[in-house]
């Protein structure tokens, strides 16, 4: 206790000379935070058009007035606890998450009213590649592998069907009035048998499952007491069951089977199962909001997979009646029952035009509102991906109005109100993928958005690349957004990579997007404009992109090279030119790439050579490195900054001796895990040259639960995990320094490097982690700090002395390490070490980090579902003047100092002259 008390009071004393939070009057000046929902999955709104709920592929659960966009409440789930369903009861809302396991229900604030646990097991959506997919969509009550509705009659009551168990819950309190198995245990076809969903008609609950070779399956259930009914299976046909909706308020099952329409009877084992042949094609059923209320018959839409036409079929008593055949230029994206009658609403977004089509689904004119209805939105958005449709009479003239909420392919929220863009949320911040700092110009734009550079280059302009494909540019000084960009023309990507070419002080500044695409024969690139925004060009590569990096050389026209390794091994250069292709041959240096392929375990290192001035790079394989993933698989990479500066070479020793750093500019970091066993597993973190393929150094670690983060910079490899044997949180540290004879401003090269003097050390944290980076300034002459974003959405600062491996570990050790701590196991911060103080940022994924004219500051950008902006001095603002300085102080004493000057000059001269005439 003594000795945890001393280091304590040690801590207490030496943290607050290093930590990072702002002063009171610089809180909302020099940081701002923007929060989002993330890419829209299930909407809800209520019928008064007040509130809209969205649950998002995030973890967010959101309300939004519809009427203006604001964030009414939000809510985030753990990752694990994705939403399934959101079920609207009044002014409160239902949610079920984690495929089932979880209800929660949320007042009209956003608090939670209760929470019941189904299944603890039940977290993560079965996986099934066999079992065909039962949905419900946008009414929010099927999906897959769970099922949820709220029951009809006096006293409504929620049901959720989770994996093959019907549990009825108390809509008020939550409390679990039943649980019944819909599957008996000793059935030999258990394992081929899914339960997807669930209805309710007449006092009883009808769960819906599907077999393979097209076999449907309904299991009855008593409402009341839960007592097991009757349980069918009707056979649809040969080909297994791709997509159901349940019609007519639950009395009929309409299924795609191949090329066949199935309607199928819930209740009446008896009734004919109606068939509907469709021609030789794949089908799926549009995104329909269907009435729960009883009816003759009730309407659904069917797509076309590859044409996209859609017929709308009649379901009822009668049959199955198919309408008039739609081309695919207005997708349905909704059937909405008003006033009696079922409304096909459909809507497109292309080329700046949104058009909305309203027609009655028997195949008449719905008069209520024009047939079309088009307007411009701007070309900036892409496709409709999730419509939630409303149709409404107003009071005042009785005429009919509409509103779409419309979540888009670049992940953007829009919201349309009687044939105009009300607003719109840039969902696509929530996923960003990479960001770039450019310099303002340094004289005023036409439009003067932006501003021109201030004296330190603080105020910059961010350009953030999505996951979605977008680009959105906004302002570093309170993040207004200046403009966004986004290719419609080839949809959303697999990956995206965002580099800038050239700066803004040249006189065409110029930044370039890489897109790569699974289902095209090409990956693409995109030049544009990073102030304006401006596309300049737009082409196909002709190969896809297996890794990009930026070079430090450039073109004649002042253009940063970007070298790109395709799937085939081959190098190419961008830009493609005969200028870049002499500036590549004129590199003094080889340049050396590598691969990781995480799946397969795979890290392959390659040669990149000119043959000649105007031939394209040749990349030729050098070595190779494999982890068999049933042994080991990567769990995180760590990478230095490309054109790290370091102005420190060494490390000063108590007896004024000096110890290099190993700083080896080739260095990449690793970390693997392997199979889980008992619950833990072993982590195993890898320093490797990418020039040789060379271990330099591992660390090995047991009992470990979890993920892993790794940050890297100059001589040192920080990793964080969970010890799950010592039930705690651990940062490793590894530092490395040079045991060679070399001298340290001398040319590095690995080819000849010997093996540096390896030091590592660990600390435990009173925290968990979700993302790790390091700072870094202009010069690399301010200390390094260690930015560490926690679950809780804080946001802190670690100085690289507090998890030095240099740490003294006894009294004696301490005196021959001047200028730094004794060691203590446990790693004490302070709040003040907190940047965001009460910004909570939820869910950081990265950290980007830019630099400023002032060598004591950089600038934070901290990305995941919120964004967070601020900035950063990790030895304090040494080069900066306080604003409580004595400014009026310094100049009388200047004044004072030169007065004084001159009079004795002016006496030192009458003095000498004096002198000569004597």
Known sequence: MTRLAVAVAAATVLLPTVTLALFKEEAGVIDWRKQFVGRVSHVEVDNRGKLAVVATESGAIAG???????????????EPQLTNFVLLDGTSAVTVSASGGRVNKWSATGARVWETVVSPSSTYPPVSSQLPEIRRIGGGTWSDGVGALVTTGETPALVVLCEDQLHRLDLQTGEVVWQSGVVSADKDDVDTLTFRGVTELGGYLYAIGAEVDGVLVIASRDLAAGKAGETRRVVLGKSDIEACQIVNGGRTAVCISGSKLHAVDTVDSDATVQTYDLPSGSYSFSALHDSAASRESSSVTVSRTDSGETTTFSVGSAGIAAGEAAASSVPACGVVM???SDIVVGARAEAGQFTVDFSLASGGTFAGVKDKLAFSYGDLHGRASLCSAHLFRRSSDNTIGYALVLSMEDDSILYIRDGAVVWTREEALASISGAVFVDLPTTNDESGKLGVRDYFNKNKLILMG??????????????EVVWSLYPVAYGRPTSSNLFLMRETLS?????????????????????????????VDTRDLGYHIEIATQLGCRDASDAQLVVTLSADGTAHLLPDTTEARTAFGQLSQTLFLHTIDRESGKLQGYRVTSSGNDSNPVAVPSWVIRFDPEVERIAAVGFKRNGEKVNSLGEVLGDRS???????PNLISLATNTPYSRGTTNLSVYVIDAVKGHVITKAVHDGVFGAVHIAQAENWVAYHFRSRRAKRYEIGMLEMFDGSSRHPTDPFSS?????????????????QVTALAVTHTRHGITEKQLLVAQPSGAIVGVNKRFIDARRPTNEKATKHAEGLMRYHPILLLPPQATLNYNQTVHNVERFFIGTTGLESTCLVLATGLDVYFTEAAPSKKFDLLNDDFPQSLVVISLAGL??????????SRDKILSNLWR
């Open 751 to 767: 080819l000849d490097a010997v093996q540096p003097i390896v030091l590592k050390q660990a600390y435990i944290t009173p925290f």
């Open 64 to 78: 939004i007035n519809p009427r203006t966009s604001a964030l009414l409440w939000r809510n985030v789930l753990p």
């Open 658 to 664: 000096v110890i290099h750093k190993y700083l080896n």
């Open 898 to 907: 030169t007065c004084a000057i001159l009079f004795a000059r002016q006496k």
């Open 466 to 479: 999505t996951k979605s494909g977008k680009v959105v540019a906004t302002k570093s000084r309170g993040g």
């Open 507 to 535: 006189a065409n500044p110029l930044a370039m997007l890489l897109l790569s695409y699974s289902g095209r024969d090409s990956d693409v690139v995109v030049e544009f404009n990073p102030i304006t925004g401006v596309i």
């Open 338 to 340: 008003f006033e009696d």
